[in-house]
């Protein structure tokens, strides 16, 4: 049997992707605590993004912000990237957009799931409008 456990304090990984960059939340940042830069990639066939933290001298690396007790989340610059995803992947991020992710472990990266996105709902909707 292959069980995983859910962890209730730490929650659900969601990324937030918009023009300028992308968002990582509390628990997918979690993932990132030690890193000082991070690498991204894509998968055209899945429709997936993935983030991985790298070494300081890797040349596909992005510096990342000092991490800190009281970071709740991650943010990362990289509107190129988003221009490239949006066309290759044919998504308007003019409204930013959460999608579910998972940590893989084994290769010790974030996998963003592009066809898994969380539709914001109507009490969030409203919000924004104000």
Not at 42 to 53: A, F, G, L
Not at 60 to 70: E, F, L, R, V
Not at 89 to 116: C, P, Q
């Amino acid at each position: 049997m292959s069980i995983e456990w859910f962890n209730v304090k730490k929650g659900i990984e969601t990324v937030t992707i918009a023009e300028y960059g992308i968002v990582l939340n509390e628990a997918a940042y979690s993932n990132f605590l030690n890193a000082s830069k991070i690498k991204l990639g894509y998968d055209k066939k899945y429709k997936r993004i993935y983030i991985k933290p790298c070494d300081v001298d890797d040349e596909y690396g992005i510096s990342i912000a000092n991490n800190t007790k009281t970071t709740k989340n991650l943010r990362i610059s990289c509107s190129d990237f988003i221009k490239f995803i949006s066309i290759n992947y044919k998504i308007n991020f003019n409204t930013s957009k959460r999608y579910s992710a998972i940590w893989d472990g084994v290769n010790e990266m974030l996998v963003v799931y592009l066809e898994k996105e969380i539709k914001k709902n109507k009490h969030e909707e409203e919000s924004n409008k104000l």
